[in-house]
């Protein structure tokens, strides 16, 4: 594109010439803080940002020249609040725009890939062109996306034309569902409740009385025995079954004690 012909003057043209100066601003009274707070938010403005991408970038082509910084942002700014209330016609817009540029650089790199002779050269440019129109079709599904919403894939889609609709998709188990009855005993899976009524005595084995009454006895005789004989071992005095000590009892000595 040639570069704008800046001979020409803002007045010839009858327009103002395009302020060059970031509407960055202070206000009077502020103190140091403040100021410094309200330059921060006026650098890191999104429209800003743009602004200044929008300026480098069209510094090759020229148009940076006719470029009015303030009226630039104030135009971003309305875009970025035209989104913000609902309005997408811009972005779609843009995004079919996109899709057009990607589409020509898509058959522009067709066209020199097929030109070439050597097959580094002829691959170089069709992975290009394919990338290209990778991205092409990336943009159109955005721009489907943002005017219809995304595409939901669901398994099941009940209709119905006003009235009420149930769905039923298997049987769900709830608190209230009775368990059916065993097959075999025919009787309910819960334990029987317990009515407060004792069981009867047992009857009890005769041939086994005889045999707790004398090995009984005897096994509590023999362990009481050997209990004593282990205190007399240890060097402590005879005691009773009633807690006093036996007459005549005497610690073990120490030569008891090795034999």
Do not use: H, N, T
């Given at each position: 594109m040639r570069r704008?012909?800046?001979?020409?003057?803002a007045k010839a043209d009858g327009v103002?010439?395009?302020r060059r100066d970031y509407p960055i601003y202070r206000v009077e009274g502020d103190d140091r803080d403040a100021a410094g707070k309200r330059t921060g938010m006026q650098i890191t403005a999104p429209e800003l940002a743009s602004a200044r991408v929008v300026l480098a970038t069209e510094r090759a082509s020229g148009l940076d020249d006719l470029i009015d910084v303030p009226g630039l942002m104030a135009a971003i700014r309305g875009y970025a609040l035209a989104v913000v209330d609902g309005d997408l016609a811009r972005s779609e817009a843009m995004?079919?725009?996109?899709?057009t540029a990607l589409q020509s650089?898509?058959?522009r790199l067709v066209e020199r890939g097929l030109a070439q002779n050597a097959l580094p050269q002829y691959e170089a440019h069709m992975r290009l062109a394919l990338k290209a129109q990778s991205q092409c079709r990336a943009t159109l599904q955005a721009l489907t996306e943002l005017k219809h919403g995304p595409a939901v894939f669901a398994r099941q889609a009940n209709v119905s034309s006003g009235?009420?609709?149930q769905v039923n998709n298997g049987v769900a188990r709830t608190r209230d569902t009775e368990i059916a009855p065993n097959q075999l005993s025919g009787a309910q899976h819960e334990l029987p409740a317990n009515r407060g009524a004792t069981a009867g005595a047992i009857a009890g084995d005769t041939s086994?009385?005889?045999?707790?009454?004398i090995d009984g006895a005897d096994k509590h005789r023999r362990k009481a025995a050997i209990r004593e004989t282990r205190i007399q071992g240890s060097g402590a005095a005879k005691v009773s079954s009633s807690g006093k000590p036996f007459e005549g009892a005497k610690p073990m000595s120490l030569e008891a004690k090795r034999r």
């Open positions: 704008a012909d800046k001979s020409r003057s103002f010439a395009p995004l079919m725009s996109q899709a650089l898509f058959v009235g009420p609709i086994m009385e005889a045999l707790a009454a």
